[in-house]
């Protein structure tokens, strides 16, 4: 059985292109839109306490 992808919230780093077609439906937030200055602990903060179903989608940096 496999998820669907609609189901799920997530939020969309700020190294993540925002106009990217992939992200441009209603069930991403760009963190750009929220705060462009939010440090990794804010981010978590922010999915937990809003009802805990953002999934969070950061770059990897190596």
Do not use: C, Q
Not at 7 to 15: A, C, G, M
Not at 17 to 35: E, G, R, T
Not at 43 to 61: D, Q
């Amino acid at each position: 059985m496999t998820s669907n992808p609609n189901n799920y919230r997530f939020l969309v780093d700020v190294n993540l292109p925002k106009y990217f077609s992939y992200f441009n439906k209603d069930n991403f937030m760009h963190i750009v839109d929220l705060d462009p200055r939010m440090s990794d602990k804010e981010i978590w903060e922010y999915a937990i306490k809003n009802s805990g179903a953002h999934l969070v989608l950061p770059r990897m940096h190596e």
